[in-house]
């Protein structure tokens, strides 16, 4: 049986969380799944949503990538990552309505640079809320 999973959670401002436990669930572009000690090496990215360390630990975190090495450590490099029980809700959610206003103007046209970084704060904000949410329960 191997050993907990060496998780390290990064972005580009430094460290976030460098820990050891016995699972990680991650919000996968293809959907959520959970990786357990002995995975087979993989790399995959991230949409924002919630990651959870060890089923206690909970970060909000941005898009990124995941990546399982053949020892079987996790590097979880993200744009954004903020621990849940940290989440300012109030800010978070007029965030989100910011972000959501400035996409509704853009109806049918096409979706260029200044589209996907809208998206992008609007996903971050979503992953905030939705970290406080499942923190608090």
């Known amino acids: ?3 907990p999973l060496a998780i390290n ?23 959520e799944f959970e990786l357990l ?26 898009t990124g990538y995941l990546r399982v090495d ?9 744009e954004q990552a903020m621990l849940a029980k940290d989440v300012d809700t109030a800010a978070a959610t007029k965030d989100l309505q910011a972000a959501e206003a400035d996409l509704a103007k853009w109806g049918d046209k ?3 640079g200044d589209f996907a970084n809208l ?10 809320l939705d970290a406080a949410a499942r923190a608090a329960h």
């Open 119 to 128: 998206s992008a704060r609007a996903g971050w904000a979503r992953a905030r």
């Open 1 to 3: 049986m191997a050993g």
């Open 110 to 112: 096409p979706q260029d």
């Open 37 to 62: 000690p002995g995975h087979v090496p993989m790399l995959t990215a991230l949409k924002a949503g919630v990651l959870t360390i060890g089923g206690k630990d909970r970060y909000a975190v941005a």
């Open 70 to 78: 053949p020892t079987g450590a996790v590097e979880i490099l993200v």
């Open 9 to 31: 959670l990064v972005t580009p401002r430094g460290v976030v969380a460098h820990t050891d436990a016995g699972s990680v669930q991650a919000p996968g572009e293809l959907g």
